[in-house]
């Protein structure tokens, strides 16, 4: 085993959906299932035939399943590098008794798709895509350079991404500290965000302490997010060959993502 540090990013999904009750595990998956439906319905506009999509950053591969509840699934591929968070997948894509899902747990960056077959569609949702760049420099074109060769043409890639204008407003020198509370489903009940703008690299840097519902528990951890404007976005896709780049602001009804968040996708030729 390599005694190499792993990047925070690496591990700031470590130990995420472990549950102490099927009761919890069932409204988790409810609330999950439901949330990814306007997902869903957006991906719906553009393909009118079954999908084989590659998932990188897949979670809990909620995505996944949805689209094969849909109908709309040919195959799926998810590659997640959190191994709690693929258990959680797997015991899921067991009792809902799909197998044309596989979940690989693995960083996308070791992992060869070479024996992958063509992808309609590549999707990188809830700013996974951000991580990739601190993670190692130079990693968000690699990706889109890595996916580009697998894809079908016509095929489409599509990230769901940040440009934190508006938390750059709310910053004092660079810095500013944030709260959120997550629904009942979750075994977390706030996060605390401290937010910290690191102008060379446009990287945003996250201290995040999460409380326990029952305010048992404080767990911290940091992740690394480069920032992307929608026209930094765009020219990045444009050099790495997507045709037809286009934004859109939300996935069904405005305000249904995050504040600054955005959704771009791309088409290979
Ligand atoms: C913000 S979560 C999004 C999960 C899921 N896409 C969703 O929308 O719920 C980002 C996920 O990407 C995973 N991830 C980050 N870097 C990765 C990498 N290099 N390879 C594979 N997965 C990665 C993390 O472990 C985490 O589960």
Redo the contacts with the bound molecule.
Sequence with gaps: MSNKTRHV??V??DG?EIFDSEEDIQKYRKSKIEDVQKNVHFIKRFFNDKMTVL??????S??LYALEQHGILNRGYG????NS?VDFAEEWKKDLKMNNVTNIN????DCSLEDFPDFDLVYC????FQ??DP?ERGNDVKCLETVYDKMKSGAKILLEVEDSKNLFKTMTNDEVRVWQEFDESDPWRYLLWECKYETDDSWIRYNKSFIKRDLSEIFNSSIILKNYSREEAKTMLQQNNFVNVQIFEYWKEKGDMEDDGYIIIGEKE
Excluded at 55 to 60: M, P, V
Aim: proline share 0%; glycine share 6%.
């Design positions: 990013n690496d700031a999904f995420y998932e990188i950053g897949s979670g809990n909620k995505f590659i997640e590098l959190s968070r693995s960083n996308f960056f949702s809830d700013m996974a991580l990739f993670s």
